[in-house]
């Protein structure tokens, strides 16, 4: 993925929310809960940074996420 096809994802998703975001962004941006969004940084899937007891995780993170979970299961459907 290019630079610029980068730079276009990051102005059209989660366009609302900040640059860098907490653990509670991340829930409403996924839709998912407290315990999976922990899980996430956990195990590696999302990469956060932990600034005194909270996470903070930048949004573009967030964003490569994203496509990886999307071409994983575009890949599996291939197959």
Request: proline fraction near 3%.
């Amino acid at each position: 993925m290019t630079k610029i096809e980068i730079n276009e994802l990051y102005r059209l998703m989660f366009s609302d929310y900040p640059d860098i975001i907490n653990i509670e962004n991340l829930q409403s941006m996924l839709g998912i809960s407290r315990h999976t969004a922990y899980a996430l940084i956990d195990n590696g899937s999302l990469s956060g940074i932990k600034v005194g007891k909270a996470y903070r995780i930048p949004k573009i993170n967030v964003i490569k996420y994203v496509l990886s979970v999307s071409e994983d299961r575009h890949n599996v459907q291939e197959i």
